[in-house]
């Protein structure tokens, strides 16, 4: 998102407050418990050999792969690396966890979606495929990488950052709220036990909140600064 973050910045819609020490990243995932019947992973060279068991169709047995409505150039790495898989979008992120946890639940490989941090990172054990590292050249030069005829011959970014913004006029209007938003520094596990209180847990927002400050309270203290006034 680096392109749509540095226009806002360009034209002051926004500023920025750092980086997290979260890092993010969005790609193909699996429970570890498919490892057990399909060897080689998470090395994205043994996903072919088990396609058939991420299949829905015993016909053609490739494999599914399930994701959202958002466009990470799947397909174009399914073209690229020659992966016998289809793709099966649906409509949210809700309709993902619903067939992951049916998954989980029967032990059923599965093969779909996921980012971190999220709330997977705290209740179910799992990984990245490990495809051909990602770079700029992948998306653009066809002649890099394995294949030499397309590109996108690689997986997604690993190491996403994740900012802090606010608000232009935030630090005028309310000045201890914009020092609030210095201080704050989330980590993986922090942004995914806050998922994982709504989606694993079955909280509401507002009692995933209590039970998230009650766990967190030191760096919440340690985020706060007494000293601060308008």
Known sequence: MSKDFNKM??????????????????????PDYVEQSCNGLPNWQAMNTCSHLFSEDSINGKGVYYTGLWDFGDADIIRALNLQFTITRLSDDKSIWDILKTAVREKRPIMLLNWTPNWTDVRIKGKFVDFPTYTSECESDPSWGINKDLVKDCGNPKNGWIKKTVWTGLKDQWPCVYQLMKNIDFSNEMI??????VIADGHSEDKAAEIWMNKYHKNISSWRNSSCSP
């Open 9 to 30: 910045l360009k034209y002051n819609y926004i500023e920025e407050m750092g980086t997290h020490s979260a890092i993010g990243r969005e790609d193909w995932w699996y």
């Open 192 to 197: 995914a036990e806050a998922s994982a209180l």
